[in-house]
């Protein structure tokens, strides 16, 4: 199966900068580790998408903060200050440090991706797309945060909501902080099903994603936080994936799948406390890659996170070794502590799971 990976060389200008824990580096590593270990060959694509202009930006954002983003930005880039405002539209860790890239315009080919990515695939060009870069989970409307200017995970629902006219759309987040700004877009809309699995907000930002909050009115019971708790590892994952996410998905029956997060539930991402393998993410790929045998395999993956540069290569490749059905085996790049070589947090994940059912179990048959 050839998947399309959506990419672009600017992209390594969404850096901001000296010091900040997000770096553009990430967007030269990857390709070039990807291509030393599988070619082409009829297994991906590279495909380079226009950047999103202003009507696209504001399916999602308002004008003024789509201004504002453009101006601060570009000043930033050129050592200019221009931060009276800032604190109205972004949060403190999306303030650009010294030799700062083009961080909005860099966004803005992230959008373009996602565009792209949901024509390909609705086009029947392709059955997977895999934007590198996308997952900016955090973006609102008009506020910035958590390294995230516009949300393309939000972009790409409404996307295929309105110009596809489709009817169920699943959001499957998978990054190891909560998408608080997907959850905003569709909090109250049952089209979209957005289930996300990331480590307990009480132990990490953004401090939202309670099993408690299950969506609101029409979309009440269509938002499924399920927040694992610190060192949670493969098989809690698999236990989520088994007993939640897929009973649920066949349940649901969605015409697509989008999926983001990159490699920050890995033991050693070091702003995160998860406990996922190189190993575990391939098998959140295969799960996703059978899940998706629901839509005719249609599914696109927006991938960006993970803050150890040493494992972010091997974990995205093996991620999309599993989407894809690649068939090569990614090593572990670091060892692995004692703690991790077995899962030994499966009593409070199934805790964690019966809480999660209790919340949401009279909106599905499945779990009931």
């Given at each position: 199966m050839t998947i399309a990976i959506l990419y672009r060389e600017e992209l390594k200008e969404y850096d901001f900068?000296?010091?900040?824990?997000?770096?553009g580096d990430r967007f030269e590593i990857f390709p070039n580790f990807l291509k030393a270990h599988?070619?082409?060959n009829g297994y991906y694509s590279f495909v380079s998408a226009e950047s999103a202009e202003n009507n696209d930006l504001l399916k999602i954002c308002s004008q003024d903060y789509i201004n504002f983003t453009t101006d601060f930005y570009r000043a930033a880039n050129l050592g200019l200050g221009y931060d009276d405002r800032f604190y109205e539209y972004h949060s403190a860790d999306n303030m650009p440090q010294s030799g700062c890239g083009k961080v909005e315009e860099a966004a803005r080919i992230v959008i373009g991706q996602a565009k792209l990515s949901a024509d390909l695939i609705i086009s029947g060009q392709f059955k997977k797309a895999i934007s590198i870069g996308g997952g900016t989970h955090h973006a609102k409307r008009n506020y910035g945060e958590g390294?995230?200017?516009?949300?393309?995970?939000?972009?790409?629902?409404?996307?295929?909501?309105?110009?596809?006219?489709?009817?169920?759309?699943?959001?499957?987040?998978?990054?190891?902080?909560?998408g608080n700004g997907t959850s905003d877009y569709f909090y109250s809309n049952r089209k979209v099903l957005f289930i996300d699995i990331h480590q307990d907000p009480s132990t990490l930002y953004p401090g939202?994603?309670?099993?408690?909050?299950i969506g609101n009115g029409e979309g009440r019971g269509?938002?499924?936080?399920?927040p694992l708790p610190r060192g949670a590892g493969n098989d809690s994952y698999r236990q989520v994936f088994e007993e939640i996410i897929e009973p649920i998905t066949k349940e649901f029956q969605p015409q697509i799948i989008i999926r983001n997060g990159g490699s920050d539930p890995h033991f050693a991402d070091g702003l995160t406390d998860l406990g996922l393998t190189v190993s575990g993410f391939k098998m959140i790929g295969e799960k996703v890659r059978k899940m998706a045998e629901i839509c005719s395999g249609k599914e696109i993956d927006l991938i960006a996170s993970g803050y150890n540069a040493q494992v972010l290569p091997y974990a995205w490749l093996s991620l999309i070794s599993g989407l894809a059905d690649f068939p090569i085996q990614t090593e572990e790049p670091v060892p692995v502590p004692d703690q991790f070589q077995q899962d030994s947090f499966l009593t409070v994940n199934q805790e964690v799971i019966a809480e999660v059912k209790s919340h949401v179990k009279k909106y599905w048959k499945c779990l009931s």
């Open positions: 900068g000296i010091g900040h824990p997000l770096r599988l070619r082409e390294f995230c200017l516009y949300n393309d995970v939000a972009f790409t629902a409404n996307y295929l909501l309105e110009k596809y006219g489709m009817e169920r759309i699943l959001i499957l987040d998978t990054d190891a902080h909560a939202s994603g309670f099993a408690s909050d269509f938002t499924i936080n399920i």
